[in-house]
């Protein structure tokens, strides 16, 4: 059974930093590509980040270029996403996602973790 577990979320103050991770089991972690997919209030699924399976190359959405880091442990089957200078709009329901597609709700996702970054 596939299974990604997010955790890390929490209330954080604009300007802040958090660090979500993703522990995966139930398939070879370390021959996937891993994403970061998140859902705001009244707002669609949207893509975050994705690295490939030695960590090169990360992608990033525009609006959180440059304050957000992907990172995988293929060693711990965990992918991470250091967040830093937090803005309210990137309040969300953050999941983890195996693979990536443009379509991201096809995404195997896990049940995910909620940021919420106050003003």
């Known amino acids: 059974e596939v299974q990604l577990q997010a955790s890390g979320g929490g209330l954080v103050q604009t300007g802040g930093s958090l660090t979500l991770s993703c522990l995966v089991s139930?398939?070879?972690?370390?021959?996937?590509?891993m994403s970061w997919l998140r859902q705001a209030p009244g707002k669609e699924l949207e893509w975050v980040s994705t690295?490939?399976?030695?960590?090169?190359?990360?992608h990033y959405a525009g609006s959180i270029k440059g304050r957000f880091t992907i990172s995988r442990d293929n060693a711990k089957n965990t992918v991470y996403l250091q967040m830093n200078s937090l803005k309210s709009e990137d309040t969300a329901v953050y999941y983890c996602?195996?693979?990536?597609?443009?379509?991201?709700?096809?995404?195997?996702r896990g049940q995910g973790t909620l940021v919420t970054v106050s003003s």
């Open positions: 690295i490939y399976t030695d960590g090169s190359m990360p």
């Open positions: 996602a195996r693979d990536w597609t443009p379509v991201v709700s096809r995404l195997v």
């Open positions: 139930g398939f070879t972690f370390s021959n996937r590509a």
